[in-house]
């Protein structure tokens, strides 16, 4: 018999899947993105910024591009300790804001900051390897964009493709040695998602389920790993995420 905290378990993922499943549930999270855009351009806008506006913008734009990173890395491990398989839907909508607020950050260090100076620029990178490390986070961030869609997972192939994707871990490393490169003396928010992200990155090397689904014909409870579809004669195997999940229901 079910107890009263089970079925309640049950019904909060039930709701909160119906809810992450709605049609207005993408729409909703695209907006909630793009508030700290908005917010820092109304700063702006006011001088509410500071003395120096251009550099606050910089800094604000990375600092949303790398929580943003993480938040989409947070929501494999939440979905497999939740039960709330509709955190799925946003991983890739969440990535890409990633990598959006990521090119703001270097739009408007280039464009605002040193005003498009070439020259300058490349002696700033060579003076400051924060940059350089930046640089390359955001490289892989770009990589990952361009190979996002369903019909790059099907030319890459799964395997190729989930060997790119893996990398979105490097990015988030590298993005947060670049906070803590960038900050003058050892600081407590670098070194929090620092840790933060080593967190993820050991829960998907070592993943931990809180809620396990017993055998039922052994009657143990083992872990059942989920089963690929057996696919047709003459054609590949679908390409799937090591969780089980397929990338095209990642949407």
């Known amino acids: 018999m079910a107890t009263p905290t089970a079925t309640a378990g049950v019904d909060l993922r039930a709701g909160a899947n119906a809810a992450l499943a709605s049609r207005w549930a993408k729409p909703a999270v695209f907006t909630l993105c793009l508030v700290p855009l908005v917010w820092t351009m109304w700063l702006a806008y006011t001088g509410e910024l500071g003395a120096e506006p251009v550099l606050e913008s910089v ?36 990535g890409l804001f990633a990598f959006f607020y990521a090119a703001v950050h270097l739009s408007t260090y280039v464009g605002l900051d040193q005003f498009f100076d070439w020259p300058a620029i490349w002696k700033d990178i060579v003076k400051r390897p924060y940059i350089t490390v930046g640089m390359g986070a955001f490289l892989i961030l770009t990589a990952l964009a361009a190979t996002s869609t369903d019909g790059m997972v099907k030319r890459l192939g799964g395997k190729s493709w989930r060997a790119l ?87």
Do not use: N
């Open 59 to 94: 800094k604000a734009s990375g600092l949303w591009a790398l929580r943003f990173l993480l938040i989409a890395l947070a929501l494999t491990p939440l979905r497999m300790l939740t039960g709330v398989a509709g955190l799925a839907r946003f991983r890739r909508m969440l």
């Open 165 to 251: 994707h893996r990398c979105v871990f490097v990015a988030g490393l590298a993005g947060c040695l670049h906070f803590l490169m960038l900050v003058k003396g050892w600081q407590t928010a670098p070194l929090v998602y620092a840790l933060i992200c080593i967190g993820l990155l050991a829960f998907r090397r070592w993943p931990v389920r809180l809620w396990r689904r017993k055998d039922p014909q052994a009657g143990t409870g083992s872990v059942r790993t989920p089963r690929a579809e057996a696919p047709r004669s003459g054609e590949a195997p679908a390409p799937r995420f090591p969780d089980g999940s397929s990338p095209a229901r990642r949407s």
